[in-house]
């Protein structure tokens, strides 16, 4: 008898190294001369994240501090750091996707040498980061705190 | 040609608030989150600094010119609150922070000085937490019971289980919002403090949002404690007002020991000093104090009448302009309501919203404004809330409900 294959949740890196990642959303948000198609790109992004699976949006994979609700979760592979991630908001989903394009597939060594500092450049983390943050900041922590306890 | 002036001209009054002029990511700042802290007009702005540049010295000691005319002009605010609420008597006005230092004075000095344990406090199921809080610590330390009160689908106060929850004759004290930061409505006050006095309890009212948009006046309202807090009423933070009747603060004991709220000091024993003084230990908040004081003027000076009026248009537009965007749902239907609009975007976080509509300029706040209990009551996680000041005007209520018709089509 044939198992349903479960699809994927952690995300598989389209891009060759987490410099080239950041890069590459650089260009994706230039492409927009508004801010709202920009966020509706983003919105987009999140929509297009691999199923986070509905056992892991508890409490134990809940990122703190923010009112939206962000979940991860981490898995090694071959040395590499694969993540997935979802949110409850739009917008926040589609951040956490930027992240994980950054992040996940990487080596710790990597994660732990890329700052999350693109979110503030890119003008994504600025206009989030008020009223008690969306949790993207904590989440980006999070990955470079989980990178350190692999590597 | 009609030579009377309008009653309310929003322009001028709009002219008169500096910020207002501002523009937020290269867009006209449309402010519509007054009900977490007002904007401050030029009275207020001049009256802190003037005192700062001319006029400052420490209040209640002094004997000298400085500290004589600094104490004379915080002292005048005492009078100015006095008349914003019809209090009997200047004394019965006690300077706090705000409206949650206030609650917190009468939830030790009233709550643990005067109320007997097994006595409850009745509360309703809209307040903000800094209404709920106090009770539950003074419920955990002094044996009280806390009791909710319940609010119907429309978002008004059930009356009749409001009654039945003072039946029993335990409850000592009611504590109700007389406007919720939330749902936008009004509790009948008079009714609430007659029901209340009728079962052997003193009342209580967080008046924070209320006394924005409509005349208080304390003494027809019949209550025992009335709180507001001076930065949402277009003045400074960290000065606030608790009324009490002049009976109830001779009776309660001191909160906070220190100077200024003492007659006497021995190492044996103090003796404290007369109402109001003796709930207000330490400098206070002199420059704020001062500020207040202009606020008060401020909003004498067009009236509650004008106010409540162009709040009540705003409101009207605003509810008719969001309830006729598809997927937008209104969150509080209640008949006596103010200028505070909650609501959800369907497929949406309220958080989408409020980061999108930042975006073009417009501040509204999202979450759970402090209620989580009501929030969880509802059903909801988060709404959007766009608050209403006597600064706002039908185009901006205009701007929000075009540019969340836009908003809308990201998430359809």
Redesign the interface.
Known sequence: MLAMPQPDPFLQPEDPTAAAAIAAIGEDLALFDD??ER??YI?ELGRKLPPFPEAWADDAHRVPGC???VWMEAEKRDGRLYLAGAS?????AGLVALLLRVYSGRTPAEIIATEPVFLKEFGLLE??ST??G?GIAAMARRIRDAAAHYA | MNAIPPLFDVARVRAQFPILSQTVRGKQLVFLDSAASAQKPRAVIDAMVGAMETQYANIHRGLHWMSERTTDAYEATRDAAARLLNARDRHEIVFVRNSTEAINLVAHSYGRGIMKPGQAVLISGMEHHSNIVPWQMLRDAHGTELRVAPVNEAGELDMAAFEALLADGRVGLVAITHMSNVLGSYTPAERIAKLAHAHGAKVLFDGSQAIVHRRVDVQAIDADFYCFTGHKLYGPTGIGVLWARRELLDAMPPWMGGGDMISSVTYERSTWAEVPHKFEAGTPAILEGIGLHAAIQFMEGIGYDAIAAHEAALTEHALARLSAIEGVRVIGRAQDRGGVVSFTLDRAHAHDVATLLDRQGIAVRAGHHCAEPLMRSLGLDSTARASFGIYTTPDEIDVLADTLGRIREFFA
């Open positions: 801010w709202m966020y509706q919105i009112q939206s609700k409850d908001a739009a917008i926040v206009a989030l009223n008690r969306n």
